[in-house]
């Protein structure tokens, strides 16, 4: 090939690689860090305020994983208590993708954590896409599924009133965990 041909190619690529958008190159890259990071859906937007953002991060996907668990019966007679982490991607629609566990407590409640992982991921209510740049991006995020037999029993005890008032349980709100009186 000689030189002119070689210019050619060249000019071509370059032509094609100005055309592309910043956005389909960038849909592809999953971030750590932005400048607006993923919050669920029931956390306000708290600016950038990243502490306050991961508190009501913390404190909200706690309750909703005590209000959809189902502590295997099998940890509860054996004692067993934890927490469970697992790496997820939000994407940018908000949905959870590629899980994956990074810890391990036992069987039983590595199966209840992927089942409340799966269940969140399938919930009509989803995530608030991170922003970089004013566009959504794909963020990588660490969640935590806490196993506390006293915190199972108070959730227990919030179903029980629920159920006494005649409440349907199987969608339980996302009201605070009661405290012990």
């Not at 999953?30 to 950038?48: H, L």
């Not at 969640?143 to 969608?171: M, Y």
């Amino acid at each position: 090939m000689n030189i002119r041909n070689w210019y050619l190619l060249f000019a071509f690529f370059m032509s094609i690689g100005g055309q592309l958008p910043a956005q389909n190159i960038l849909a592809e890259r999953v971030y750590t860090q932005v400048e607006s990071m993923p919050r669920f859906w029931e956390c306000p937007d708290a600016g950038d305020n990243m502490y306050q953002l991961d508190k009501c991060t913390d404190s909200t996907t706690g309750r909703w994983f005590y209000a959809h668990m189902q502590y295997p019966d099998r940890a509860l007679k054996k004692n067993i208590q934890g927490t469970n982490e697992v790496f997820v991607i939000i994407d940018t629609s908000g949905l959870i993708t590629k899980p994956l566990l990074l810890s391990h407590i036992s069987d039983e409640l590595d199966t209840e954590t992927l089942r409340l992982i799966d269940l969140m991921e399938n919930d009509a209510q989803r995530w608030i896409p991170g922003t970089q740049q004013k566009k959504k991006v794909k963020v990588s995020l660490r969640l935590f599924v806490n196993f506390s037999i006293d915190k199972w029993n108070l959730e227990l005890a919030r179903r029980h009133k629920l159920e006494g008032i005649g409440k349907d349980t199987t969608n339980l709100p996302l009201s605070p965990i009661p405290s012990r009186p």
